[in-house]
């Protein structure tokens, strides 16, 4: 069933067209991802579809009785509203009726309206259908489906009370966020609901999003989360869509099938061009063949001619290469803590880096990744420990923020003002290959846009020609052809990478450890963000069995090459790794873990488990009906006694309803977890 379907949107801005003539058909169940460069109009397209913004021409049509939901960039509330009030504010008619059911057993409560027999049969008939109109809207799963999603979403119960106006433009961004899939529209529409989340959090997306009633379109720049989300991925490329079946690597076989496929279908025609005007050229002239040629003519005329595929022209260029190496110990941390003087964030920390090693650093937002980076480069001081940075070692350091960038400049000027050695045409050049070509020189810094901004810092990166990489979120504001272009470049560079990142598509291409921090110290794992995830689980569910087995606690799955403290051992190496420490190392390696298994018992118990309590939930909303109808008999009996009585057991189960309701959240979230495990080759 088609539940929203655009045809031939077309949109402009001052004469500068950026939709011509794009669709999108949605059925239910869908999950779309929009994917398309920065400035393709992605976004309009998505306002255009939600309605925040008229099209040129073309037509948006709905079905009919289907909701649409979008994710407002930021919040609005006032100074009193708390965290909580704002999600459930998107509630406002069920808790309308819930305040006119209370009212209602209030005055059934109250002595007074007994002595009217008229009223009270007016008062019991009201709340018998307030209470089946509440029923039926969900409402007594309103405030566990809102915890459920603020805790997914990083907004733990001491939270709820904050008033959203102290909370940071991220934590406003995942609020609003929060609300919208609260409400469970029938259409989720989100514009980079990604951003400011983190990795534990993007997996907690990706699974509800799995499970999500309705369908979603979504727009995202992050390739692992498209990949895990979507089933229908719509490219928006000269202002028209695409349409491909699958996730983004799906998407990227069929393009690259399409485009090959286009280029034998143009050199196909360009070759019969050819011949044709070959033929018209030679016998044009001949009294014998003219006839022949003039029709040939007319034909070539009347071709319609195919457009070449286009190669990416704009797709940066970029190249990371080292000066002079760095020497084989590049950087060793002992008992280093990092934060504030009266907070600090992480540690203490031991890691042993070697030449050529890429370091991934993941963790929860706040838990001082990017401190820890500012640290290394000399930025903020160490709380403790020590940093000792190897011989000749060369650091290239990208800050998110970009705060070194001069804002009174052009582009052109920082570029040449800070390497004064390069002439103009060798900047220009250096520039061009980060997509600044033309007048795009003399933009002004200040005026830059967060994509912009990245690529000018990228590009100054770059010529520094360092041997070691610290790199803070390089991938952010990047759309997903240069992210694809940063992966390749860092990919073929011979020096050293640190960096932090919330793109796990990133990690996994690029990591070869994963130094993992969290409120429980760090933690570092041998191989990419997916060996890494594998290890976390088996950890997870070595634990789980040793607290159930205590004689299993004396020894533990842990990390491959690695401790508990984040020292590397060399012979786990991957690049880097020293021959000559690896014939030294005692004792034989341990074979790699195999893939961690799903006990079909444990699946069994935990379907058991969410069974009795969607069957006690059951019960306790039959008995919560009943005992509303005994509500209504009472006061229709003007049984003032027993009216009280009800009252409490109906307040009783209320309690009971929430309590089960937050448990079998708790186990149908677990059940969905493993079985996604036992699912996995």
């Given amino acids: 069933m088609i539940v929203l379907q655009a045809n031939q949107i ?49 037509s948006v049509s709905l079905g009919r009785g289907v909701s649409i939901g979008y994710v407002a960039q930021y919040v609005e509330a006032d100074d009193r509203q708390t965290v909580f009030d704002f999600v459930a504010g998107a509630f406002a008619g069920l808790r309308q009726l819930e305040a006119e059911m209370r009212a209602a057993e209030a ?133 028209r869509t695409t349409r491909y079946i699958g996730n983004y690597s799906r998407y990227m076989e069929q393009r690259a099938e399409w485009m090959e496929q286009a280029q034998k279908r143009y050199d196909a025609q360009q070759q019969e061009i050819a011949r044709m005007e070959a033929f018209i050229q030679k016998n044009i002239a001949r009294a014998s063949t003219t006839r022949r040629a003039q029709s040939r003519r007319k034909l070539l005329e009347r071709m319609e001619r195919l457009e070449p595929p286009r190669a990416d022209d704009r797709r940066m260029g970029l190249r990371f290469s080292a000066a002079r190496a760095s020497g084989r110990d590049v950087l060793r941390l002992e008992d280093v803590v990092v934060g ?123 010529l520094r020609r360092p041997n070691v990489l610290v790199l803070d979120e390089p991938t952010n504001h990047l759309d997903l052809d240069s992210r694809e272009a940063l992966e390749d470049a860092l990919a073929d560079y011979d020096g050293t990478i640190l960096f932090v990142s919330h793109d796990r598509y990133f990690i996994d291409g690029l990591a070869t450890h994963v130094l993992h921090m969290d409120a429980d110290g760090v933690r570092l794992y041998l191989g990419n963000y997916s060996e890494y995830v594998h290890k976390r689980n088996e950890e997870q569910k070595w634990a789980a069995t040793s607290a159930a087995t205590p004689a299993a606690k004396t020894s533990g799955p842990g990390g491959q090459g690695a401790d508990n403290r984040g020292e590397i051992d060399p012979t786990a190496q991957r690049p880097g790794i020293d021959p000559q420490a690896a014939a030294n190392a005692s004792g034989p390696a341990a074979p790699a873990p195999g893939p961690a298994r799903v006990r079909s018992a444990d699946l069994r118990k935990l379907r058991a488990r969410v069974s009795e309590l969607e069957q006690q939930i059951t019960t306790v909303e039959e008995r919560m009906q009943s005992v509303g109808e005994g509500l209504v008999q009472a006061a229709r009996d003007q049984d003032y006694e027993a009216g009280q009585r009800l009252q409490a057991q109906h307040e009783q189960l209320q309690a009971q309803h929430q309590q089960l309701l937050t448990a079998w959240e708790q186990a149908a979230a677990e059940l969905e977890a493993l079985e996604r495990q036992a699912r996995q080759p």
Wanted: aromatic share 6%; glycine share 10%.
């Fill in 107 to 239: 005055q059934m409560a109250d002595p007074s309206v007994y002595a009217d027999p008229l009223r009270l049969e007016a008062v019991s008939q009201r709340y018998a259908r307030l209470q089946q109109e509440f029923e039926e809207a969900g409402g007594y799963a309103v405030e566990a489906r809102v915890r459920r999603v603020l805790d997914g979403l990083a907004f733990p119960a001491a939270m709820h009370t904050q008033s959203v106006q102290s909370l940071s433009g991220g934590q406003k961004t995942r609020l609003s966020l929060a609300r919208l899939l609260a409400t469970e529209p029938d259409i989720l529409v989100l514009d980079e609901p990604t951003n400011y989340l983190d990795t534990e959090r993007l997996s907690w997306l990706e699974s509800y999003l799995a499970g999500y009633p309705g369908a979603v379109i979504v727009v995202s720049h992050d390739r692992y989360f498209l990949d895990q989300v979507a089933t229908v991925t719509y490219e928006l490329a000269d202002g």
């Fill in 340 to 462: 504030f003087p009266d907070r600090p964030l992480a540690g203490p920390i031991n890691l042993h880096l070697l030449r050529g090693q890429r370091l991934a650093i993941i963790g929860p937002n706040g838990i001082g990744k990017s401190t820890l980076l500012k640290t290394l480069v000399g930025q903020a001081q160490p709380l403790a420990g020590r940093i000792h940075w190897g011989q000749h070692v060369h650091i290239g350091y990208y800050d998110q923020e970009q705060e070194n960038l001069d804002e009174s400049k052009t582009v052109l000027a920082q570029i040449h003002d800070e390497f004064p050695s390069l002439d103009l045409t060798s900047v220009r050049t250096a520039l061009g290959r980060f997509l600044f070509r033309g007048e795009d020189v003399q933009l002004p810094v200040a005026g830059l846009s967060g994509g912009e901004r990245s690529r000018l810092a990228l590009c100054r990166l770059m």
């Fill in 10 to 58: 077309e949109k402009q801005y001052d004469g500068h067209p950026v939709l011509r003539g794009a669709n999108l058909v949605l059925q239910e169940r869908d999950r779309v991802a929009l994917i398309g460069k920065n400035g393709a109009g992605k976004t309009t397209l998505l306002r255009i579809l939600v309605g925040l913004e008229p099209c040129d021409a073309g």
